[in-house]
C-alpha cells in the first residue's frame, strides 16, 4: 500500500520557474526521501531528510520536513527541461523488527518542465 | 563506478510461465531491495536482504514469487505461473547497512519491465 500521497499529481511549468511538491504521509518515520524517476528508467536518489532535520539544500533543491502535519515540500528552483521527470518521496520508518528499511512510496508527482 | 544492474530490461511471458528476473547490485552493498511498480504507481516493496538472509518478504504477493540471494550479492526473483496482474516494472535496489536508527539511500536499478500476455 501506498504511504505517502504526492501533490499535485501533474505540474507544468515554463523553463527557469520554480516547482514545488508537497507529499503527505500517514505514520511515524525515520527519515522521508526524494527519487527522481525519469521516463523509462531507475529511480535516482535526491536527497534524504531525517526527522529530527527541518529543512535541507542540496544545489537547487529544498526539503522541508513537517513531522507534526506529516508532510514534506520539494522545491525545485530554476527549473531546467532536463528536471522533467516524475518526483516520488519514500518514508522509511526504521527497522521492523528485522531492520529491513525498506521504503515506502507516493504515488508520484510528473513534473513537466517547457522550454 | 558500475550501478545496480538488471536483467532482462524487458520480458513478456504467456501466462503461465515461470519467470527469472535477475539484479546486480553494487559491489559490497549488503542491503538488496525488489520493488514492484505498476503503471503510474510509486514502487511498492517486495522483500530484503541483508546479505543472503531474506530478512523480510512481507510485500512478496502471493506464495507464486519466489527470491534468492544464495552467496549475498546477485538475487534472483522468480515469479512462478505468470498472471497479467502480475505485469509490471520489477526494480532492484541495494544500499549499504547503517546500524541503529535511520538507513542510507537506496541505489536503483532501471528495471524489468515485465509484461504477462
Known amino acids: 500500500s501506498q504511504q505517502g500521497e504526492e501533490d499535485p499529481q501533474a505540474l507544468s511549468i515554463q523553463e527557469g520557474e520554480n516547482a514545488t511538491m508537497n507529499c503527505s504521509y500517514k505514520t511515524s518515520i525515520n527519515n522521508l526521501q526524494w527519487y527522481r524517476q525519469n521516463s523509462g528508467r531507475g529511480l535516482v536518489h535526491l536527497i534524504l531528510?531525517?526527522?529530527?532535520?527541518r529543512e535541507k539544500h542540496s544545489g537547487r533543491l529544498r526539503v522541508t520536513l513537517d513531522t507534526s502535519k506529516k508532510s514534506s515540500s520539494l522545491l525545485i528552483t530554476a527549473s531546467r527541461a532536463a528536471d522533467t521527470a516524475s518526483y516520488f518521496c519514500a518514508t522509511d520508518a526504521g527497522g521492523s523488527g528485522a531492520g529491513s528499511y525498506q521504503l515506502t512510496f507516493g504515488k508520484g508527482t510528473k513534473l513537466s518542465v517547457i522550454p | 563506478g558500475a550501478g545496480v544492474s538488471q536483467s532482462p530490461r524487458y520480458k513478456v511471458a504467456k501466462r503461465g510461465q515461470d519467470v527469472a528476473l535477475r539484479c546486480d547490485p553494487i559491489?559490497?552493498?549488503?542491503?538488496l531491495f525488489w520493488y514492484q511498480q505498476a503503471l503510474g504507481q510509486g514502487p511498492e516493496f517486495l522483500t530484503y536482504?541483508?546479505?543472503?538472509?531474506?530478512?523480510?518478504k512481507s510485500g512478496l504477493p502471493s506464495d507464486r514469487f519466489f527470491a534468492e540471494r544464495p552467496e549475498g550479492s546477485v538475487s534472483t526473483l522468480k515469479i512462478q505461473r505468470t498472471q497479467q496482474e502480475d505485469s509490471a516494472v520489477y526494480l532492484c535496489?541495494?544500499?549499504?547497512?547503517?546500524?541503529?536508527?535511520?538507513?542510507?539511500?537506496?541505489?536503483f536499478g532501471p528495471g524489468t519491465r515485465l509484461t504477462v500476455t
Open positions: 536482504f541483508q546479505n543472503e538472509a531474506q530478512l523480510d
Open positions: 531528510i531525517r526527522s529530527n532535520e
Open positions: 535496489a541495494s544500499s549499504l547497512v547503517m546500524s541503529g536508527r535511520g538507513s542510507y539511500e537506496q541505489y
Open positions: 559491489s559490497g552493498h549488503v542491503s
